[in-house]
T-cell receptor, first 113, second 111 residues
């Protein structure tokens, strides 16, 4: 059982480049989300999705796009990378509703130079 | 809005010492509360949870009680081990299902 799989694990981008962080889950979870982790700030919600075809913004959505064409996949796109987007990115999934546990991927460490 | 405030670290302890990490929250309604743990180089994993007032979550010797009157969910362990060295996050899940995290507390346990 793979759980939540993120790729790549590490990435270095130049300012202005674009890229897509991949996230896939095999637990048939309705709810998926992307967070960024920065020192002293915990995890902040970027975008989330409550099901295929439905996405919404979280706390820090600027500079990022998402789509949810299938239940399994929830890619995060950086449109034009900036040094402020240097961070560790986590994808998470959970069942919708109730006090459900969120399952996290292992993270992508992104550096923008 | 919803928010979580947790004790700042880092915290350094000797093996077998008592650990407490304070967590307080602000939320409307009746959120569920969680503690997640992040070991070096890994993602977060659920440590314990509580879904209503006075519930006690427990796992791996860790405990936390959902105190609505003080809006708190403090994490405790009576005797820590080196393997407990990690970053601990308090989190709340409100009615809109957007999980909110505290800043994280880094715990280092020395042999």
């Amino acid at each position: 059982n793979a759980g939540v799989t993120q790729t790549p694990k590490f990435q270095v981008l130049k300012t202005g480049q674009s890229m897509t962080l991949q996230c896939a889950q095999d637990m048939n979870h309705e709810y998926m989300s992307w967070y960024r982790q920065d020192p002293g700030m915990g995890l902040r919600l970027i975008h989330y999705s409550v099901g295929a075809g439905i996405t919404d913004q979280g706390e820090v959505p600027n500079g990022y796009n998402v789509s949810r064409s299938t239940t399994e996949d929830f890619p995060l796109r950086l449109l034009s990378a900036a040094p402020s987007q240097t961070s560790v990115y986590f994808c998470a999934s959970s069942r919708q509703g109730g006090s459900t546990e969120a399952f996290f991927g292992q993270g992508t460490r992104l550096t923008v130079v | 809005g919803n928010s979580v405030t947790q004790m700042e670290g880092p915290v350094t302890l000797s093996e077998e010492a008592f650990l407490t990490i304070n967590c307080t929250y602000t939320a409307t309604g009746y959120p569920s509360l969680f503690w997640y743990v992040q070991y070096p180089g890994e993602g977060l994993q659920l440590l314990l949870k509580a879904t209503k007032a006075d519930d006690k979550g427990s796992n791996k010797g860790f405990e936390a009680t959902y105190r609505k009157e003080t809006t708190s969910f403090h994490l405790e362990k009576g005797s820590v081990q080196v393997s407990d060295s990690a970053v601990y996050f308090c989190a709340l899940l409100p009615n809109d299902y957007k999980l909110s995290f505290g800043a994280g507390t880094t715990v280092t346990v020395r042999a």
